[in-house]
Structure formats: C-alpha cells, structure tokens
C-alpha cells in the first residue's frame, strides 16, 4: 500500500525565514504533485515533478524531487505572510492514475 | 477555457437521507476524480471516471456511487447518510490515460456536506 508522509505537519514561522517540507513516499513513483489550499477553498496545482532531479521554482517557492530516496521538498525562501495556507503532496498510483496524499502541511508565516 | 465546476456550494442533510453532488470538468478534460476530504485532513480518494467507465476505487462502501456522462461531467451520488459523511467532497478533472503523461488534476471548489 502506497503511504505518503509530511513533515512537519504544522509550521509557524517569520515573514523572510527559510524552511522546507518534506514528503517521503513508500512506493516507487516518479510523478509526484504539489498544491496548496487556502482555508475553506479548493486545492490549487503547485508543480508537478516528472523525474528524478526534477526541479521546479515560482517564486519564492521551489521543489525537487529524488525517486531513489522517495523524497520531495518543497522550500521556502524569505516567507511572507501571503504563502501562508496549507500545502499538500500527492503521489501518482502508477497503475491507474489515482493520486494518494499527504496529510498536508499547515504554514503560518507571521508578520 | 473554463475551469471544474461543483454544485450546490454548500449542503445540509440528516441521517439516511440520500445526496447528490455534481460537477463539470474542465474543457478538454475526460476524466474525473471525486474525493473527501475531512477538516483538518488531506484528501481521500473516493474514485475515477474515465470515459463513462469507473477507473478505480478507493476505500468507500458501496453506498457511494457515482456515474459519467458524455460530456464528461459527473454524479457523486451518497445513500444513506452518516454523521461521519460530513466533509469537503471535491471533484477533479484531468487528462486521462492516453491524452497525457501525467495524472496533474485541476480541483473544483467543493461541496461542503454537513450531515445532522
């Protein structure tokens, strides 16, 4: 059974910090997906990370992907309040295109 | 081009009562995956059409169903309502096999379900 685990689970941190998340998955899987969702509202495609080494950058975001470690990050760079929300990965189930998710990650970036 | 549509926004129903829910997927799209997802946690899968064709399942009773029309949009169709049934149910359209690599899925803006 595919597992896929975030840490951490909540963060809170100052606005022009760096921090990252992580996302461990248990299964082989190189199609990994990141989205963030806002409160109350719907979940919004981030990146889609194709490949071993694949990178991806918007912003003060950026996340990578390493299939042979099964590990995803996601990184923030000098936070501002408006990323705060929470931001979930999801890894394709490469047998028939259903996405299992972390628990997601929820991101206060204070002032 | 116009995005994943859900309706109602919001609904109330009690106990062993039955619901549906509805949505449309964005232009182009033949597939559509329907998820809960409870506060506080990260979607679970419910299941996928794909062509009219239900293509995969996730952990749910049989009480929960679902269906595809030509046009691609989509029925999420509960019986007998739980308390426990209470949560977001959003639906997600996306490229199906054969039209991409990839499985990115572009999320409606959910059906909050209450259950009394």
């Given at each position: 059974?595919?597992?896929?685990?975030?840490?951490p689970?909540?963060l809170?941190m100052?606005?022009?910090?760096?921090?990252?998340?992580?996302?461990?998955y248990?299964?082989?899987?190189?199609?990994?997906?990141?989205?963030?969702q806002?409160?109350?509202?719907?979940?919004e495609?981030?990146?889609?990370l194709?490949?071993?080494?694949?990178?991806?950058?918007?912003g003060?975001?950026?996340?990578?992907?390493?299939?042979?470690?099964r590990l995803?990050?996601?990184?923030?760079?000098?936070?501002?309040h408006?990323?705060?929300?929470?931001?979930?990965c999801?890894?394709?189930?490469d047998?028939?295109?259903?996405l299992?998710?972390?628990?997601?990650?929820?991101?206060?970036?204070?002032? | 081009?116009?995005?994943?549509?859900?309706?109602?926004?919001?609904?109330i129903?009690?106990?062993?009562?039955?619901?549906?829910?509805?949505c449309?997927?964005?232009?182009?799209?033949n597939t559509?995956?329907?998820?809960?997802?409870?506060?506080?946690?990260?979607?679970?899968?419910?299941?996928?059409?794909?062509?009219?064709?239900?293509?995969?399942?996730g952990?749910?009773?049989p009480?929960?169903s679902?269906?595809?029309?030509?046009?691609y949009s989509?029925?999420?169709?509960?019986n007998?309502?739980?308390l426990?049934?209470?949560?977001?149910?959003?639906?997600a359209s996306?490229?199906g096999p054969?039209?991409?690599t990839?499985?990115?899925?572009f999320?409606?803006p959910?059906?909050?379900?209450?259950?009394?």
């Amino acid at each position: 059974e595919l597992k896929v685990e975030q840490n951490p689970l909540f963060l809170s941190m100052q606005e022009g910090k760096n921090y990252t998340i992580y996302c461990n998955y248990s299964t082989t899987s190189d199609r990994l997906y990141w989205y963030r969702q806002d409160p109350g509202k719907s979940l919004e495609s981030l990146f889609v990370l194709l490949s071993n080494g694949a990178v991806k950058q918007e912003g003060r975001l950026m996340a990578s992907l390493d299939t042979k470690a099964r590990l995803s990050t996601l990184h923030i760079t000098a936070a501002v309040h408006d990323l705060s929300a929470t931001y979930f990965c999801a890894v394709d189930m490469d047998s028939n295109y259903q996405l299992i998710w972390g628990a997601g990650t929820k991101l206060i970036i204070k002032p | 081009e116009t995005g994943v549509t859900q309706s109602p926004t919001h609904l109330i129903k009690t106990r062993g009562q039955q619901v549906t829910l509805r949505c449309s997927s964005q232009s182009g799209h033949n597939t559509v995956s329907w998820y809960q997802q409870a506060l506080g946690q990260g979607p679970q899968f419910i299941f996928q059409y794909y062509r009219e064709e239900e293509n995969g399942r996730g952990n749910f009773p049989p009480r929960f169903s679902g269906l595809q029309f030509p046009n691609y949009s989509s029925e999420l169709n509960v019986n007998a309502l739980e308390l426990d049934d209470s949560a977001l149910y959003l639906c997600a359209s996306s490229w199906g096999p054969g039209l991409a690599t990839h499985n990115e899925q572009f999320f409606g803006p959910g059906t909050r379900l209450t259950v009394l």
